[in-house]
């Protein structure tokens, strides 16, 4: 079988199910150190982050590897600790390069697009955790910042907010956001705090608001929390 068993940094039989896994190097394609972030295409490919690695590795929707761009560094298209990962509707491949305090946006194919350093004039720090909704617009964890960035598609600046606490809009190192199916609702996970937070997504004519609406508590270590099930709006 291929792909049987995902784990232990690696895809266990994913080009011969008789070689143990444990003789395969870690950087070798197809093998990882240290996996953070993971999205489908349109095409059912499968984009995985490999953080150890610094690049990112996609395979198709049977398991085998079909090639892999990034590589340490600080120039166009290297990566330094990438985290989470996004893929846009029009087929756009945005990732948060952690170390590099940036987002880079690649096409389909591995090539660069673009790299988006300054929201603000504070600029990313540690983003980390980062989606898209059916619009095409991105949702960054910023997570030194202790905030959420919302991005348009072309990469500009749409919308910021979070500090520093634990009141309704304050975050201690949120470290994961997912949008729900229609787009209204936005969750965060807040690893400090211990919770994921639940803000509804209000888009009237001419500005962009958020209001805050559950918590869900009692959590040890809130990562990054999945996209809620079709039909939640």
Request: charged share 20%.
């Amino acid at each position: 079988p291929v792909c049987e068993r995902w784990g232990r940094n690696s895809i266990t039989a994913a080009f011969d199910p008789g070689l143990p896994a444990a003789r395969w190097p870690m950087r070798t394609p197809g093998r990882f150190r240290r996996p953070t972030g993971i999205a489908l295409d349109w095409k059912g490919r499968l984009f995985v982050v490999d953080g150890g690695n610094n690049r990112i590795q996609v395979f198709d929707s049977t398991g085998h590897f079909q090639f892999g761009f990034g590589g340490l560094g600080r120039d166009s298209g290297k990566m330094n600790s990438p985290t989470g990962i996004a893929i846009t509707p029009n087929k756009l491949v945005w990732i948060s390069d952690s170390r590099n305090n940036q987002i880079q946006v690649f096409d389909s194919t591995g090539k660069w697009i673009k790299t988006i350093k300054k929201p603000d004039s504070l600029g990313f720090d540690t983003p980390t955790g980062i989606c898209t909704d059916k619009h095409g617009n991105v949702f960054v964890a910023d997570t030194k910042h202790n905030r959420i960035v919302e991005l348009n598609p072309n990469g500009r600046r749409l919308f910021i907010f979070g500090s520093q606490g634990d009141s309704v809009w304050q975050f201690r190192n949120p470290i994961g956001v997912a949008s729900s199916p229609g787009g209204h609702f936005l969750y965060v996970a807040d690893l400090g705090n211990k919770r994921v937070t639940r803000f509804w997504v209000i888009r009237p004519t001419g500005h962009i608001a958020y209001r805050w609406q559950v918590r869900y508590r009692g959590l040890r270590e809130p990562f990054i929390p999945g996209v809620p099930a079709v039909g939640v709006p």
